[in-house]
């Protein structure tokens, strides 16, 4: 199967993840099979996956007109086996318990197409353990979204320990996301917590060491990460900050600037420890600035420009400039 072979899909469960999937992709046009878990869920789904379309309208990015008809392409049902047995790609976004999961997977394996792929948008459990019990574990990922789905493009992908066959499985699911302007990240490893939430663990425990430490308030907190790092962040991420901070020398003078004035003790095999690595993740941020277009940066120069003319327009936003 191809990415463009994915023509309806399921979505497993009508909570907040769930309702905002299918929000996503009855605006990309797909028919959704989505999976009550009793039929007295279906007016509050509605309601809810409504709302979020409507959410768009408001901000200019689709007409009112449009919404009937996409929600004409929701199919609500309360029947797990019709929900996932004309589809080819499975989302499950049910309750955060393992065993629930497994079992929940135990009977997509009785009714859903063998090449049907299954992604769980589970937030911290293992696909590994999760597919533990499936007969057809090499058509299973992880695909972890970021809330809300609508909205936000990361879904960071992973495969079961061990599973080489999955491995084509999360290509096609990351060929499709990228139809749908997601931006899918493929982790070579099966990791609780993925890259970005421990990113946020790492942040949200430092902001409480601050907090409880009297340092300073939460609106403190807040300020300084959506007025300082977060703005440059949600542009070009940690590393290319990193790389235009250090100026002609990149993230490599950055790191060895920074290293060198922290070594506690700066030997010669400290120093050419560091070395190694600035070398390291230098050569990491040129392979990525080569996968960049030019237009979102490919050098210092343009990846500047870029960074300056979408910093300006979120300072815009919040009335900062």
């Known amino acids: 199967m191809e990415a463009k072979n ?173 139809l749908i302007n997601k931006v899918p990240v493929i982790l070579k490893k099966d990791v609780s917590g993925f890259i970005a939430n421990q990113i946020q663990s790492a942040v949200s425990t430092k902001c409480g060491e601050l907090l409880v430490n009297g340092v300073c308030t939460a609106e403190d907190i807040d300020k300084a990460v959506s007025f300082g790092p977060g703005l440059r962040w949600a542009i070009v991420g940690p590393y290319l900050v990193a790389q235009l901070g250090g100026g002609e020398g990149g993230i490599k003078g950055l790191t060895l600037h920074i290293g060198k004035a922290n070594l506690e003790d700066p030997n010669e095999q400290a120093i050419k420890e560091l070395e190694q690595y600035a070398d390291f993740i230098q050569g990491e941020v040129d392979k990525e600035m080569a996968n960049r277009p030019p237009e979102f940066g490919n050098d210092n120069k343009s990846l500047r420009e870029f960074r300056d003319k979408v910093l300006i327009k979120l300072l815009k936003a919040h009335k900062k400039i």
């Open 6 to 178: 994915i023509k309806k899909i399921a979505v497993l469960g009508a909570g907040v993840i769930g309702t905002s999937w299918v929000a996503n992709f009855i605006w990309k046009g797909y028919p959704v099979n989505l999976w009550l878990y009793s039929a007295d869920e279906e007016k509050t789904a509605k309601q809810v996956i409504q709302g979020h379309l409507e959410g768009l309208v408001l901000n200019g990015i689709l007409g009112e007109e449009e919404i009937p008809k996409m929600m004409k392409l929701i199919n609500f049902t309360a029947s797990l086996e019709i929900a996932v047995k004309d589809v080819q790609l499975i989302i499950e976004a049910i309750i955060e318990d393992l065993t629930i999961k497994q079992k929940c997977l135990a009977e997509i394996d009785k009714y859903a197409d063998t090449e049907a792929i299954y992604a769980s948008s589970t937030s911290y459990k293992l696909i590994s353990d999760i597919t533990k019990f499936s007969q057809f574990s090499k058509r299973c990922i992880g695909a972890h979204p970021y809330n809300p789905p609508h909205l936000i493009p990361l879904v960071e992908i992973t495969i079961p320990e061990g599973e080489s066959g999955s491995k084509k499985t999360a290509k096609i699911a990351a060929d499709f996301f990228e």
